[in-house]
């Protein structure tokens, strides 16, 4: 649905009046195109003293063409401040943090990226470094609600012995593919990940399923894998069948019809994908959700029973056949959709809240236990985004759910679809058990 608050806002007289009243402004966002580079200015590159990072980072920004500067000139504006905060071991040190920001906190391009490169605390020398390091959180989050324009910020996590896997990760967040994520805290641990030979097609050879795939993000997540290279399978119910076929042209993949909760869907999919030229799957999407809102006082059982079926029990049931019967391979990707809804909870969606709780509950029970396996379990957990179920809320509610974000607006589909992109690339192999948040720094839950 059209935001046409945010249209009139970039107007020529909407600019004027917003300005003039003090009303949001939710400005336009650098989204990914085709062949764009990551960034189109230089970008700033911070360190501390003894910070682990700003060398591999370096040197990661020079292989994508990236232009950096240690310093910038006056009138010069950057595409990116990126601080190597690793260095940072004690409360004083955080001075390190004001110092690099506070200069050059207006010389951000619209749409600007900030990264603040950390030591997980609980890896960190002594309880003061994990202090500091904690800290950093805060600052971060405070930067994202500060800057506005677009700008996005994040701290990247960064385990001993990952310094070479953060390219997947840093790309992501420099581009314009993570144009609504902003105010996350990303955990990169130890490890190797292999550089794709295309990062424009990170995922060729790979087959993706993605469930609930005939329209809305579902739709978007198959478009944005195949883009990326994968062959696609796009699962929805037979009732959604002439949507589903449109989505599997589209993207030259397979199109299956199965409601997942049936009682023997898992067993279906599963002896699908065993048949199929590969005999099993790559990345697994569970994207399929629904709604059924009433407080839980009005709410009937079968509403309850909808919900959790379709959105926690299905990609249950669908993980533990396909994982028995080791139909995932070393280099698989398991990607949950979940909502700030499981994290903050809200009115009316008691079901629904549990339910997409329950999928961050999944990927944080799952994550340590298939590491061993060379597989990744992760979460998006998306806020606003515009699609057919969003559009349905009462007009006071997706009006509050549009403009209470640092971005002023709601996210699209294709967010959602570009940030489970980069959880499914080969580089992102040391990314796992991560709940990532699509959802433009929404207050919901912060
Ligand atoms: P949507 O309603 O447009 O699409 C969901 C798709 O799942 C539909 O095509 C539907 O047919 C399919 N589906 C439902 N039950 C199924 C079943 N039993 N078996 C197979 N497929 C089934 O929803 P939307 O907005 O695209 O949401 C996608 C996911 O993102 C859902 O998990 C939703 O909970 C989640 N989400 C969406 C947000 C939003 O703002 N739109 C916010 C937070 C989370």
Redesign the pocket.
Known sequence: MADRYANFANSGLGRTMVKRLGLPDPPRLRRHHAGDPLVSAPVLVGTTPGGRLAGPVGKLLAEAGVETADQLPDGVRVSALILDATGITDSAGLRAVYDFFHPYARKLQTSGRVIVLGTPPETTASPREATAQRSLEGLTRSIGKEFGHGTTAQLVHVAPGGEAAVASTLRFLLSGRSAYVSGQVIRVAAGDAPAPADWDRPLDGKLALV??????????IARVLARDGAEVIA???P??GD??ADVANETRGRALQ?????AD?PKRLAGYLAAGPRGGVDIVV??????RDKTIARMSADRWDSVI???LT?PERVNELLLDRELIPSGGRIVG?????GIAGNRGQTN?ATS?AGVIGMVQAYAPVLAGRGITVNAV??????????ARMPLGLREA?RRLNSMSQ??L?VD?AETVAWLASPGSATVNGNVVRVCGQSLLGA
């Open positions: 469930t609930g795939a005939a329209r809305g993000i579902g739709a978007a699962l929805d119910v009732a959604a949507a589903l199965l409601d997942l909760t049936g869907a569970h994207n399929a959700g629904i709604t079926g379709v959105n299905a959709v979940a909502s700030i809804a629904y997409k957990a998306p806020g606003f985004i515009e699609t057919a179920m969003t759910g709601g996210g589909p959602v």
